[in-house]
């Protein structure tokens, strides 16, 4: 498979004056360490193995990735200069590092940077969380996880998620932990929860998701020999609704995108949610993102890979879409009766 890394490098250019590299404040699943480029790229640690799936990604699953930009160089010189670089030059450093220490980055697209106010949902996709060289003592962890989450039965998990709610003026925010412990009923109510604004359930968002659902279903079902093991997928929404755009000056603009840090941390089992008919004319105006993400354990076609060949596509991953679509699909049903 042709590799397109020589495209990315084309197309990653920078001015050393006009970057910087801060932490990524926010961040509602995994738990490696992130920062941000610019509000435009998000940098994450590299990972070989994700490295090699992102420059040789199948043309059928590229619109459903983030966009990969290339790698990035965290340094700091023997005299405490901190810095950044790749193929094109430095980039000034905005945090600390240890001295003579180097790191590397993947370099993604943010998929936050246009909304204002982005609710984010992190979902861990598949009934299997370990990839084809994990140890005996990993493999035996992580069956432990799905078996006593929604992982084995589904094939999906909560896995973290931050919601903005207009009445308090702040984000609201659930972890991984939340996620490692429900069952079917208690992810429903927390897929309910994300899914509400005010009182109303966004229906057209959840509409927008179906579709994209079904679009990524029809791609990884022609995708032989990939899984996914251990990733995710990301549903991000704009929480600020069109009426309160005009008022968007009483938010705070260090509360935007990914960058927030004033997180309100809320107890698990809030009460019962209330909805709205949904209005079909609204789904055209609502724009959703849904991106897969989190590669480090995916296994793929390649010239090292005979040892671990696998046939057909990826059943795990295609069980949780299939059930996350259920659980939306009633979800829309349910709120129409009671409207």
Same mark, same amino acid.
């Given at each position: 498979m042709k590799s397109n890394s020589d495209f990315v490098q084309r197309q990653f250019k920078f001015h $050393?004056?006009?970057?910087?590299? =801060? $932490?990524?404040?926010?961040?509602? +699943?995994?738990?490696?360490?992130? =920062?941000i480029l610019n509000d435009q790229y998000v940098c994450k640690p590299l990972?070989? #193995?994700?490295?090699?799936?992102?420059?040789?990604? $199948?043309?059928?699953?590229?619109?459903?990735?983030?966009?990969?930009?290339g790698t990035l160089v965290e340094n700091e010189d023997s005299s405490g200069n901190r810095g950044a670089s790749s193929s094109n030059g430095p980039i000034r450093e905005e945090t600390s590092s240890s001295r003579g220490s180097s790191r590397e980055y993947l370099v993604l697209e943010n998929l936050t940077k246009d909304y204002k106010k982005p609710c984010v949902l992190d979902l861990k996709m598949g009934t299997r969380m370990y990839g084809d060289f994990a140890t005996d003592s990993k493999r035996k962890s992580q069956r432990k /996880?799905?078996?006593?989450?929604?992982?084995? /039965?589904? +094939?999906v998990r909560f896995c973290g998620s931050q919601r903005f709610s207009v009445s308090n003026n702040s984000f609201e925010m659930f972890d991984k932990y939340v996620g490692r412990n429900a069952d079917e009923t208690e992810l429903r109510k927390l897929?309910?929860?994300?899914?509400?604004?005010?009182?109303?359930? #966004?229906?057209?968002?959840?509409?927008?998701?179906?579709?994209?659902?079904? #679009?990524?279903?029809?791609?990884?079902?022609?995708?032989?020999e990939y899984r996914f093991y251990s990733s995710s997928i990301l549903i991000i929404y704009e929480g600020l609704?069109?009426?309160? /755009?005009?008022?968007?000056?009483?938010?705070?603009?260090?509360?935007?995108?990914?960058?927030?840090?004033n997180f309100k941390m809320e107890a698990f089992g809030s009460g019962s949610l209330e909805s709205t008919k949904y209005r079909k004319d609204e789904v055209s105006s609502c724009t959703v993102t849904m991106k897969m993400i989190d590669f480090a354990n995916i296994s793929f076609p390649s010239v090292d890979s005979e040892q671990f060949r696998h046939e057909g596509p990826d059943r795990g991953f295609l069980m949780g879409l299939d059930n996350l679509y259920e659980i939306l699909e009633s979800m829309l049903e349910e709120g129409d009766c009671t409207s």
């Open positions: $050393p004056d006009e970057l910087s590299l =801060k $932490p990524l404040k926010a961040q509602v +699943g995994g738990h490696v360490y992130m =920062k990972n070989e #193995r994700e490295l090699q799936f992102y420059q040789n990604i $199948p043309k059928n699953l590229a619109d459903h990735v983030p966009a990969f930009q /996880k799905s078996t006593k989450s929604t992982s084995a /039965k589904l +094939g897929l309910e929860q994300f899914f509400t604004h005010g009182c109303s359930l #966004r229906k057209d968002v959840i509409n927008n998701v179906l579709g994209e659902i079904c #679009r990524m279903k029809k791609s990884l079902l022609d995708l032989e609704l069109k009426e309160e /755009k005009s008022d968007s000056q009483h938010f705070s603009d260090a509360e935007n995108s990914m960058d927030c840090e």
